[in-house]
Nanobody, 121 residues
Framework: QVQLVESGGGLVQAGGSLRISCAAT????????MVWYRQGPGKQRELVAT???????NYADSQKGRFTISRDNAKNTVYLQMNSLKPEDTTVYYC???????????????WGQGTQVTVSS
């Protein structure tokens, strides 16, 4: 069984910083792309940032220059460093990973449970 466990969310003032993490645990052979999404109540899921196994990154335009995605392949963990936070960044952040399980041949999709980020004005 593979699980993605997010942590690090919380309350921060506007202009502040927060780092959230997502650790993949279980019987993992390898992890391909890891992604951070966010989604608020009644809103569409929004891509925040992606990172490949080789470290190539991509960001949504609204996060460029403020957010940084990184990963530690040895720990099967992806991070999202969020700086200059705005009240409109308030929502639940979810991680996604494309994972190949031990002895598996297919790449499978896994999602974390979400972590709440709240930015006060």
């Amino acid at each position: 069984q593979v699980q993605l466990v997010e942590s690090g969310g919380g309350l921060v003032q506007a202009g502040g910083s927060l780092r959230i993490s997502c650790a993949a645990t279980g019987s993992i052979s390898s992890i391909n792309t890891m992604v951070w999404y966010r989604q608020g109540p009644g809103k569409q899921r929004e891509l925040v940032a992606t990172i490949t196994s080789g470290g190539n990154t991509n960001y949504a335009d609204s996060q460029k220059g403020r957010f940084t995605i990184s990963r530690d392949n040895a720990k099967n963990t992806v991070y999202l460093q969020m700086n200059s936070l705005k009240p409109e960044d308030t929502t639940v952040y979810y991680c996604y990973a494309s994972v190949k399980r031990l002895f598996g041949v297919a790449w499978l999709d896994y999602w974390g449970q979400g972590t709440q980020v709240t930015v006060s004005s």
